[in-house]
């Protein structure tokens, strides 16, 4: 497999890992806005190709035809697979930033109606763009994000930013004990993290063994969903759920064992 790395710091870990198992890779940067790669990549083999670094290499990946090049996964909250066991989802509104900054929806999977000013949701983008990451946040914050979004221009959005069809999952907020980040290959659990306990966020090689199972359990229950990803759960007062998933070539390592990672990446080519 050849490895194209976004140079940032946390692809450090990942190019140790790298050099550790023998394994070559060539560090580049991305043009903003336009996205090509500096210097750009020499590939010997179009369908043995991975890249990491920021969610927008997918573009580059798919326009240069590279494979796997940035491993593209589907809204989770979308998996029916995975519907029983989502964090407050069958109690979910989805909404478009219009929605709510109209304060009016579709009716059949809820409104932009937020309540009281002070009541809080948490609230993340559908897809796995990037756009804002998920968080706690008041109905009046919300609703004034969502405006500022309607006064701009298309022309003046960045690439990568809300945007007012941009569709966006809000829940009732719920106590969580701990999260864990699971890095997940060919179906199967290759590492995790712990990364937050209560409200403090914390890096640990740890995880629960029930968490651990639940985990592997819900890989399997949905075998089709990407040939990588990562996947973060959690565990609240009552029970384990699924958090979200996110694009493995964009998520940070945390405390996860990143050699393990990189080997079972590598062997995908």
């Known amino acids: 497999m050849q490895w194209i790395l976004q140079h940032f710091d946390d692809m450090e870990k990942l190019a140790h890992a790298l050099d550790r198992?023998?394994?070559?890779?060539?560090?580049?940067?991305?043009?903003?806005?336009?996205?090509?790669?500096?210097?750009?990549?020499?590939?010997?083999?179009?369908?043995?190709?991975?890249l990491f670094g920021a969610y927008t290499l997918w573009r580059y990946a798919r326009a240069k035809g590279l494979s796997p090049g940035v491993f593209t996964i589907r809204p989770f909250v979308e998996e029916t697979a995975w519907g029983a066991y989502l964090l407050n989802g069958s109690g979910a509104k989805f909404c478009t930033v219009r929605e709510i900054a109209e304060g009016v929806g579709d009716g059949a999977q809820g409104d932009g109606k937020l309540g009281d000013e002070g009541r809080l949701w948490f609230i993340r983008p559908v897809a796995d763009g990037k756009e804002q990451a998920g968080k706690v946040r008041p109905?009046?914050?919300?609703?004034?994000?969502?405006?500022?979004?309607?006064?701009?221009?298309?022309?003046?959005?960045?690439?990568?930013?809300?945007?007012?069809?941009?569709?966006?999952?809000?829940?009732?907020?719920v106590r969580i004990l701990k999260e864990w980040r699971i890095w997940i290959v060919a179906g199967e659990v290759v590492t995790f993290s712990l990364?937050?306990?209560?409200?403090?966020?914390?890096?640990?090689?740890?995880?629960?063994a029930n968490a651990l199972a639940f985990a592997q359990d819900l890989a399997r229950l949905n075998p089709g969903y990407?040939?990588?990803?990562?996947?973060?759960?959690?565990?609240?007062?009552?029970?384990?759920?699924?958090?979200?998933?996110?694009?493995?070539?964009?998520?940070?390592?945390?405390?996860?064992?990143?050699?393990?990672?990189?080997?079972?990446i590598d062997a995908l080519g």
Not at 23 to 32: D, F, M, T
Not at 146 to 167: N, Y
Request: with cysteine; net charge negative; aromatic share 6%.
């Open 21 to 50: 198992l023998g394994i070559a890779y060539s560090w580049h940067k991305v043009v903003p806005f336009v996205g090509d790669l500096i210097p750009e990549p020499e590939v010997r083999n179009p369908n043995a190709v991975v």
């Open 195 to 208: 990364y937050k306990e209560g409200d403090r966020v914390t890096y640990r090689p740890e995880i629960d």
């Open 139 to 173: 109905a009046s914050e919300i609703l004034e994000i969502a405006r500022k979004v309607m006064t701009l221009d298309p022309d003046e959005i960045p690439h990568g930013s809300l945007r007012p069809e941009t569709r966006m999952m809000l829940t009732q907020p």
């Open 226 to 264: 990407a040939t990588a990803y990562v996947m973060d759960i959690c565990r609240t007062e009552t029970s384990l759920k699924l958090l979200e998933t996110n694009c493995i070539n964009a998520a940070g390592f945390y405390a996860a064992d990143v050699m393990k990672l990189a080997a079972a």
